[in-house]
């Protein structure tokens, strides 16, 4: 997210947005459609640590880009499919043009998806175990600039540190509270934004 538009912005159809979000469109869309909707399936769950972790030094936008492709290559993120991934399959994806060719990327894929298979085999789903981390419910914070949204928070740390325990890579705190923004854990739309009420009230 860019944070150096830090209020938020009117758009032509009228609604005001989080300044991110505009102008592109991929941004608006993903702003409008799904972040900070939350999500209880595995598989997407998995996408986005999959792909907050490949944002890692990136910009969102860069990886929003090749979701597509790497929905196709990693195989819709079923967990099982990527856990089975060979040392063969690590080098056939590092061919692949249409995502970011980060050999450690990748292999964190592999590896976080054999973690998440045993987190689910001791809580029943990876949906029972992350949503712990707020108690269940999303967090609604009251922000009017991006200025004051920060990096991280306690329970992206503790999130952080329990699952760098169970063997995940390429989740710090940071990379750990841009998931539970993306996946609804917070509610991080500015206050203007028309999404922050909206996704309360859904």
Request: glycine residues 4%.
């Amino acid at each position: 997210m860019d944070k150096r538009i830090i209020t938020p912005i009117r758009n032509r159809d009228s609604l005001v947005r989080c300044p991110w979000a505009l102008p592109d469109s991929i941004m608006q869309g993903y702003h409008d459609k799904e972040w900070g909707l939350p999500v209880h399936n595995d598989s997407q769950l998995l996408e986005f640590i999959i792909l907050e972790g490949a944002q890692a030094g990136l910009s969102w936008i860069t990886v929003l880009k090749r979701r597509d492709s790497y929905r196709k290559a990693f195989d819709s993120f079923d967990p099982l499919k990527i856990a089975s991934y060979d040392e063969n399959k690590i080098e056939f994806l590092m061919s692949e043009s249409g995502i970011i060719k980060n050999r450690k990327k990748i292999e964190s894929a592999v590896i976080n998806s054999r973690a998440l298979i045993k987190i689910c085999e001791e809580f029943a789903s990876f949906d029972s175990y992350i949503w712990r981390f707020t108690d269940g419910n999303t967090i609604i914070n009251y922000w009017n600039k991006m200025t004051e949204i920060p990096g991280s928070t306690k329970e992206s740390e503790t999130m952080s540190r329990d699952l760098i325990k169970r063997g995940f890579r390429f989740v710090g705190p940071t990379i750990c509270y841009a998931f539970m923004q993306a996946v609804g854990m917070v509610n991080d739309h500015l206050t203007e934004c028309y999404r922050w009420k909206e996704l309360q009230n859904l």
